[in-house]
């Protein structure tokens, strides 16, 4: 089993940028895609980013293609979402989760999740 645990994230200014880690302690977490999703208030999970095990491929959901990046270090078996030019409608609460699944967008093919962490963005 893979533990995910987050950190980053807060309260910042609309135009600001924020950059959330989901780490490990298994080294099994280099065998995992890591997906990010975030869930408003009232509104379902959506699907943010998603990387490779080896970094080489990405994947951007619309609202998410030139503001955030998606990376990782293998070797801290740790991942990272750096989000920019932030705005309102991304106060959310940010997940990670790891799958060996193909479908990335998809949450119900992440069998672990990290325990979420709050971004607020105000203008």
């Known amino acids: 089993q893979v533990q995910l645990v987050q950190s980053g994230g807060g309260l910042v200014q609309a135009g600001g940028s924020l950059r959330l880690s989901c780490s490990a302690s298994?080294?099994?977490?280099?065998?995992?895609?890591i997906g990010w999703f975030r869930q408003a208030p009232g509104k379902e999970r959506e699907f943010v980013a998603a990387?490779?095990?080896?970094?080489?491929?990405?994947r951007y959901e619309e609202f998410a293609k030139g503001r955030f990046t998606v990376s990782r270090d293998n070797s801290k078996n740790t991942a990272y979402l750096q989000m920019n030019s932030l705005n309102s409608e991304d106060t959310a609460i940010y997940y990670c989760g790891a799958t060996d699944g193909s479908t990335w967008p998809d949450a119900d093919s992440y069998g672990y999740w990290g325990q979420g962490t709050p971004v607020t963005v105000s203008e």
């Open positions: 990387i490779n095990w080896n970094g080489e491929r990405t």
């Open positions: 298994d080294r099994t977490f280099s065998s995992y895609v």
